[in-house]
């Protein structure tokens, strides 16, 4: 981890509705967590780790490969994370995580070594980044926070589910989730996703979300403070995005993903 602490410099997008979007943390300094980390693979590697948290499967058809010798489907271009999706042609079993569907391709994702823990210590973060997004049938990117010790609770910045609109949900329980679907011209070119996450009370917090910009939703996270969560970038396939899924390769990019908080 690469902390570099300054004077807490807030730069939120006005909400075109005029709601608030959060209030400014007084009298705190503003810690850069995770910048500039997509320049080399000695800066990602000490910043994220290859594949899901819990290990190379999840809730599609996708099987994540990467690692610091193996660059197949996780890999730098001049400052852009590629993630890669190749359908595969052989038998692979099936997916370790519920639903547990069939294995149909490769691909890839990492997450952030430090976690996200929203505290009287570090009351407020932002976490946001580029990206281009695929978005045809049966592709499933995500940009996205997991709880470390239990699910949910999740926040998806990005999270498109086979066409042009992302998901912006907050889970509170399996039941219990506030989703803003916002359609976007040409997810396939560059978009900032954006989010907002402030301490509302001892177990609360409101997450606001940014599309290039712009607000777009506030959600109300309840029982967020003091957990522990994951930060992951992944491109995974089919499942709640539709099949049968693409049979030529998928490309996810993502550029300039950046987390910062306040040090109360």
């Known amino acids: 981890m690469r902390i570099r602490v300054g004077l807490l410099a807030l730069v939120l997008a006005i909400p075109l509705t005029g709601a608030a979007a959060g209030p400014p943390v007084a009298d705190a300094a503003w810690e850069h967590v995770v910048s500039g980390s997509f320049g080399d693979y000695a800066t990602l590697e000490s910043e994220w780790d290859y594949g899901y948290p ?112 992302n998901w912006f949900n907050t889970f509170r329980s399996p039941s219990d989730v506030s989703s803003t679907i916002v359609g976007v011209s040409s997810p396939g070119d560059w978009h900032e996703y954006r989010a907002w996450i402030t301490k509302v009370n001892a177990t609360d917090v409101d997450i606001h979300y940014y599309l290039d910009g712009q607000w777009v939703a506030q959600h109300r996270a309840a029982g967020f403070v003091n957990q522990p969560l994951w930060v992951i970038i992944n491109l995974q396939m089919e499942g709640s995005s539709g099949s049968p899924g693409p049979t030529t390769d998928t490309h996810y990019r993502a550029r300039d993903v950046y987390i910062g908080r306040s040090a109360a």
């Open 54 to 165: 819990w290990g190379s499967d999840h809730n599609g058809s996708a099987r994540m490969y990467g690692s610091p010798t193996d660059h197949n489907h996780v890999w730098l271009d001049n400052g852009v994370l590629n993630l890669k999706a190749t359908r595969i042609d052989w038998d692979e079993g099936n997916s370790s995580a519920d639903p547990f569907l069939p294995i149909r391709y490769h691909s890839g994702a990492v997450h952030a070594k430090d976690h996200i823990v929203v505290n009287d210590r570090y009351p407020s973060y932002e976490v946001r980044g580029e990206f281009q997004a695929p978005s045809t049938r049966g592709t499933w990117p995500a940009f996205w926070l997991t709880g470390v010790n239990s699910w949910p609770p999740e926040s998806d910045i990005l999270e498109y589910k086979g066409d042009a609109r």
